[in-house]
T-cell receptor
Framework: SQTIHQWPATLVQPVGSPLSLECTVEGTSNPNLYWYRQAAGRGLQLLFYSVGIGQISSEVPQNLSASRPQDRQFILSSKKLLLSDSGFYLC????????????FGNGTRLTVT | SQKIEQNSEALNIQEGKTATLTCNYTNYSPAYLQWYRQDPGRGPVFLLLIRENEKEKRKERLKVTFDTTLKQSLFHITASQPADSATYLCAVKTGANNLFFGTGTRLTVIP
């Protein structure tokens, strides 16, 4: 069966520090991969998605970047965190079929101080 | 661009009653719509998908309807239980590969 791992679960970082969140998927090949952010009381905001190795699409201009160095690995990064980067970050994967659901990791709670 | 509104931020109902949650979208009718459940501090979990040519879908105590004329989906939980308490999100297909989510409705089932 497929599983998705996302770490760390919580993170407290000072403003201006770098960020690296990692997500890996097991049990499936060539998944579509996604990074979402969820701010308190707001919906899920799509940040990046990837349909293959090295292919990254950005949905919103921001202080963050994403990379997909391997088929089932998706990394979210920042060189210098801002206070506004605080939030709940969720990685997800889905298959290729029309209507395939998103399968989410358990998220990373990031607090920038 | 597509906009989604879920009827209310919070809904409280008595155990055993039917909970009805609403999802309205504003622009084009999506090819499909999905419903997810999210517990505090966890990622959303997929519940049901309904396609634009389907009127209704059921799964155990869950029922989803899709009315492209009203641009609305209704999500029903019958015989609700305290364990059904969670935030429920609707999401619509947008673009080739993406889902656009509503802000969710927090359901509390009171024993």
């Amino acid at each position: 069966s497929q599983t998705i791992h996302q770490w760390p679960a919580t993170l407290v970082q000072p403003v201006g520090s770098p960020l690296s969140l990692e997500c890996t998927v097991e049990g499936t090949s060539n998944p579509n991969l996604y990074w979402y952010r969820q701010a308190a009381g707001r919906g899920l905001q799509l940040l990046f998605y990837s349909v293959g190795i090295g292919q990254i699409s950005s949905e919103v201009p921001q202080n963050l970047s994403a990379s997909r160095p391997q088929d089932r690995q998706f990394i979210l990064s920042s060189k210098k965190l801002l206070l506004s980067d605080s939030g709940f970050y969720l990685c997800a994967w889905r298959g290729q079929g029309l209507g395939s659901p998103l399968h989410f990791g358990n998220g990373t709670r990031l607090t920038v101080t | 661009s597509q906009k989604i509104e879920q009827n209310s931020e919070a809904l409280n109902i008595q155990e055993g009653k039917t909970a009805t949650l609403t999802c309205n979208y504003t622009n084009y009718s999506p090819a499909y719509l999905q419903w997810y459940r999210q517990d505090p501090g966890r990622g959303p979990v997929f519940l049901l998908l309904i396609r634009e040519n389907e009127k209704e879908k059921r799964k155990e105590r869950l029922k989803v309807t899709f009315d492209t004329t009203l641009k609305q989906s209704l999500f029903h939980i019958t015989a609700s239980q305290p364990a059904d308490s969670a935030t429920y999100l609707c999401a619509v297909k947008t673009g080739a590969n993406n889902l656009f989510f509503g802000t969710g409705t927090r359901l509390t089932v009171i024993p």
